[in-house]
């Protein structure tokens, strides 16, 4: 039996890989792009699984690795405030650089491993200093995690549009964040119990390192999507800001889901950063319960992936959007009855539920309503807006709680999202079409 050759060892395991893409997008059966299309859509879909098991080790629980530290209610809010702030500031360099840069991926990669090595510096922070300087060293270093993370957000948001064609989005956004729910499910829980086992510090630098290791696996998986040369070899790719800006009146769509999203985005972080808080210091719970809720709560979103994806694809964006957002102002407003940890559960799950739906129909709608030659730029341009929106809004929420307690925190939250759902009811008007597209645009493949 002959040896292959080099070109056939390739030749077979572009095959292999194909096959096993087209055994992971069961669920777009009428997907017709090409092996190099599957294989993008594959990466992807790794890429997003491998990231979310990351940020299940960390994300529920910084806020607790602050209290456990010492912190207080108003530097719980500083931290988030921060953070969005940082968010805010990295958007248009992110998109200046992805206009610049000749490959998009590296852009989304370096950025992603830049974000990801502050995890081992927070988990040394507890071995080199103590007090208010490690309050200090953690919001620091966690708000430079953030700030990393969105720098890559507009190269990643152009290229997902041209990874995933629009005609299976619906279908293919929700087959990932199903996977991504479904890794929540299963490591948050097991990240709170490994943390309540070992106690602080070591709980936390545990679930951090885990966190490090999945975070690698994930920048990985998104250097080996394929891209044409027609996708990451642009030295500049779109039009200015100045040129942007200047034609920016003119997609009203857009400008009015930025409002929606300013006016929800403020509205959500009022109480958001607050729940966690409050369980721990009012309620009494420990990490291994913030852990379990969590997960129930990844469950929910779960179901909510596997509904609202197909009726996206059927109903249109805006039927979703108005559908799933009275679930989100019912989280503050149900937050004011209980008094145990377990009473809050069914309404973070009812939460989730419609949350699953409302951010599947946002995200589409934000390809839906940006030019292809200058999104990386409208990308920046809308989520600058949002996380400033996101920066206002604990701070705000912060002195809410401190002089009113966390009950005015919910009510302001609750009218604030009451609006934006009445904004999305006004405003939200052209997006009556279905993601399911012509067969034409399922041929295109992901390279277009």
């Not at 069961?26 to 990466?43: A, C, I, K, Q, T």
Request: aromatic share 10%; net charge positive; charged share 10%.
């Amino acid at each position: 039996m002959t040896t292959p050759s080099l070109p056939g060892k390739r030749l077979l395991q572009a095959r292999h890989l194909a096959q096993r893409a087209r055994r992971h997008l069961r669920l777009v059966p009428n997907f017709e792009g090409d092996d190099r299309s599957r294989r993008g859509l594959l990466m992807f879909w790794y890429d997003g699984l491998f990231a979310n098991i990351s940020e299940s080790f960390v994300g529920p629980y910084i806020t607790i690795y602050l209290l456990a530290l010492g912190a207080t209610e108003g530097q719980v809010g500083l931290f988030a405030s921060l953070s969005a702030l940082a968010g805010a500031l990295m958007f248009l360099p992110g998109a200046e650089l992805a206009r610049r840069f000749s490959n998009h991926r590296h852009l989304v990669v370096y950025a992603s491993l830049a974000s990801r090595l502050m995890l081992p510096c927070l988990a040394l922070v507890s071995w080199l200093v103590e007090g208010q300087t490690a309050i200090a060293a953690v919001i620091l270093l966690a708000t430079l995690r953030v700030a990393f993370s969105q720098l890559g957000v507009p190269a990643w948001t152009a290229l997902t549009a041209r990874v995933v064609p629009e005609g299976i989005r619906g279908r293919y956004f929700s087959t990932r964040t199903f996977a991504m729910s479904l890794a929540a499910l299963i490591v948050v829980p097991i990240a709170g119990r490994l943390i309540t086992s070992l106690g602080s510090p070591s709980g936390y630098q545990v679930s951090f390192a885990l966190a490090l290791v999945a975070g690698m696996i994930s920048s990985y998986a998104y250097s080996r999507i394929p891209f044409s040369h027609s996708t990451t070899g642009q030295q500049v790719a779109g039009p200015s800001l100045r040129q942007t800006l200047r034609t920016l009146p003119q997609n009203s769509l857009f400008l009015r889901f930025c409002l929606v999203t300013v006016v929800l985005n403020f509205s959500v972080q009022l109480a958001a950063p607050f729940f966690n808080v409050y369980l721990v210091r009012n309620l009494g719970a420990q990490a291994a319960f913030i852990g379990l809720s969590t997960a129930i709560s990844s469950g929910a979103d779960l179901i909510g992936q596997r509904l609202w994806g197909p009726l996206a694809d059927r109903k249109g964006l805006r039927w979703i959007m108005v559908t799933t957002i009275p679930f989100a102002a019912f989280i503050p407003f149900g937050w004011l009855f209980p008094r145990t940890p377990w009473e809050t559960v069914p309404i973070s799950a009812i939460g989730a539920l419609g949350w699953a739906g409302y951010n599947l129909a946002a995200f589409n709608l934000l390809l839906k309503s940006t030019p292809a030659e200058g999104r990386p730029l409208y990308s920046a341009l809308y989520n600058t807006a949002a996380a400033l929106a996101s920066m206002l809004g604990p701070l705000l929420g912060s002195l809410l709680y401190e002089c009113w307690g966390f009950s005015a925190t919910l009510w302001a939250s609750f009218i604030g999202r009451t609006a934006a759902g009445i904004l999305v009811f006004l405003l939200i008007r052209e997006t009556g079409e279905r993601l399911q597209a012509r067969p034409k645009a399922l041929q295109r493949g992901a390279s277009g």
